[in-house]
Structure formats: C-alpha cells, structure tokens
C-alpha cells in the first residue's frame, strides 16, 4: 500500500466522517430549535412585565449579596434539597415494603 493511498483513503474517511457529524449537527439544531419554538409558545402571554420585573429585582439582588449571604443561601438550597430527597427516599422505602407485603 502505497503513501498516497494511504493519505487519499485517510482524507475519504474524513470527509465522509465530517458530512456524517453534519447531519447529525444539523438535526440537533433543528431539535433545539424546535424545543424554544415550543417553550415560546407554552409560555406566551405568562411572563408578564411584572413577572420579568420581579425576576430582574430577584436577580439584582443575587448579584449584590456579600460572600456570607450567598454562602446562606446556598447553604438553605443545600438542606432544602436534602430534606426533599429524604422525603423521596422515605416514600420508595414505604413503597417498597407495602409492595413487598402485598405479593
């Protein structure tokens, strides 16, 4: 097998690797596209100006926090989002136990 081949072979494979990784490309765009389209249109007329107004100030106010606060903050998602998971655990526990009853 000669050099050239070798490198006319390699370039093949590329370029049909880079028209396959296109379409794939092209059909996730379209995805992504059509998934805003349709989020657009769940959410048409719900977000209000005062809806935008209060998620602004809501913001606003995120970016102005001290270190301290912030890190409170985080800290409160953190146990809400533990206790949550717990109460998730618990209720496939019980599940769990009534289904293994029940058989």
Do not use: C
């Amino acid at each position: 097998m000669g050099i050239k081949k070798f490198f006319k072979d390699a370039f093949s494979d590329m370029k049909e690797s880079a028209k396959a990784q296109h379409e794939v490309d092209k059909a996730n765009f379209q995805a992504a596209k059509a998934e805003a389209k349709a989020n657009f249109e769940e959410n048409r007329g719900r977000n209000t100006f005062a809806k935008a107004k209060a998620d602004a100030k809501k913001t606003w106010d995120e970016a102005h926090m001290t270190p301290a606060e912030r890190k409170a903050k985080m800290q409160e998602e953190r146990e809400k989002q533990i206790a949550e998971a717990n109460e998730r655990k618990l209720s496939a526990e019980q599940r769990y136990q009534q289904a293994k009853v029940n058989k």
